[in-house]
C-alpha cells in the first residue's frame, strides 16, 4: 500500500522511539524511587505508556479488504 521509503521511515521512527522509552524507563523510575515513591506508584507511572499505546491500537479502524 505504501511505498518502500514510507514504511521504512515509519518503521525506523517506531524503533527509535522504543529505544528512546527503553533508555529513559530506567532514569524515570530511578528518580521516582529516589524521590520516595512505593514499587505499586512507580510501576503504574511506568505501565501508563503501555496503556496508552493498547488504547491507541483498539481505536485503530479495522478496515475490510475489498
Known sequence: MFPTHVRAT???FAI???RGG???????AGYLFHAGYA???VALVMATG???AAAAV???RV???D
Request: glycine share 16%; no cysteine.
Open 39 to 41: 514499587l505499586s506508584t
Open 50 to 52: 503501555s496503556l496508552i
Open 58 to 60: 483498539l481505536a485503530l
Open 63 to 65: 478496515r475490510d479488504a
Open 16 to 18: 527509535g522511539v522504543g
Open 22 to 28: 527503553a533508555a529513559l524507563a530506567p532514569i524515570i
Open 10 to 12: 515509519g518503521t525506523g
